[in-house]
Nanobody, 116 residues
Framework: QVQLVESGGGLVQAGGSLRLSCVASRSIVSTDTMGWYRRAPGKERELVAVTSSGGSTVYADSVKGRFTISRDNAKNTVDLQMNSLKPEDTAVYYC??????????WGQGTQVTVSS
C-alpha cells in the first residue's frame, strides 16, 4: 500500500499562485508515473498534469503555460506550481501515483479556491 500526502492548497485571488506538493510513502523510480488531477464542483475528475518515464510530461490544455509539474525521485515527491490562477481552476486537487502492473493510488485531496 502506498500513501500519498498532499499539501499546499488554499484560497488565492485570481492571477495569484499556489504550489501543491505530494509525498509518497515508497521510493519512487523513474519509470513510475506521478501526477495531479482535479475535480471541480459538479464535474468529473480530470487530468491536470502527469510526469512519467524519462521525465515526459502531459498537461491539460486548460493549464498549459500556467502550471508546471516537477518531481524529485530522491524525495519521493511531485509538485505542481500553479501560476496565473483563474476562478475556473477552483477544485479539489488529487495526487496520483502509478507503477506499471500495480493499481492506481490517490491522495486525500487538497482544496484550491480561486476568487475573482
Amino acid at each position: 500500500q502506498v500513501q500519498l500526502v498532499e499539501s499546499g492548497g488554499g484560497l488565492v485571488q485570481a492571477g495569484g499562485s499556489l504550489r501543491l506538493s505530494c509525498v509518497a510513502s515508497r521510493s519512487i523510480v523513474s519509470t513510475d508515473t506521478m501526477g495531479w488531477y482535479r475535480r471541480a464542483p459538479g464535474k468529473e475528475r480530470e487530468l491536470v498534469a502527469v510526469t512519467s518515464s524519462g521525465g515526459s510530461t502531459v498537461y491539460a490544455d486548460s493549464v498549459k503555460g500556467r502550471f508546471t509539474i516537477s518531481r524529485d525521485n530522491a524525495k519521493n515527491t511531485v509538485d505542481l506550481q500553479m501560476n496565473s490562477l483563474k476562478p475556473e481552476d477552483t477544485a479539489v486537487y488529487y495526487c496520483n501515483y502509478r507503477r506499471w502492473g500495480e493499481k492506481n493510488y490517490w491522495g486525500q485531496g487538497t482544496q484550491v479556491t480561486v476568487s475573482s
